[in-house]
């Protein structure tokens, strides 16, 4: 997790990340609520780490892969 200054913190959760390390600490808060709210077990442990993977996924899938695929039809394929 990113150690951003105390600050920054408040900020962060209320307006929204503005960079690499805000996100990944609005995100390690997220996770840290939920576990708190359902309980440090195997299972909670199990659903947090299959929904980032989930998400993670999906971003690839619909927001990436397109990017990607219309970079090579801009740049040309390595392939």
């Known amino acids: ?3 951003i ?4 913190r408040e900020r962060v959760i209320g307006d929204g990340p503005k960079n690499a390390g805000e996100l ?3 995100l390690t808060e997220l996770v840290i609520e939920y576990m708190e709210r359902t309980g440090k077990c195997y299972n909670t442990m199990n659903d947090i780490m299959g929904a980032l993977e ?3 996924l999906e971003f690839y899938r619909r927001v990436t892969a397109p990017y990607e ?6 740049n040309g394929d390595v392939y």
Do not use: F, L, R
């Open 1 to 3: 997790m990113p150690y």
């Open 5 to 8: 200054q105390d600050h920054d």
């Open 24 to 26: 990944n600490y609005a």
């Open 54 to 56: 989930g998400c993670k």
């Open 69 to 74: 695929d219309k970079k090579i039809e801009e």
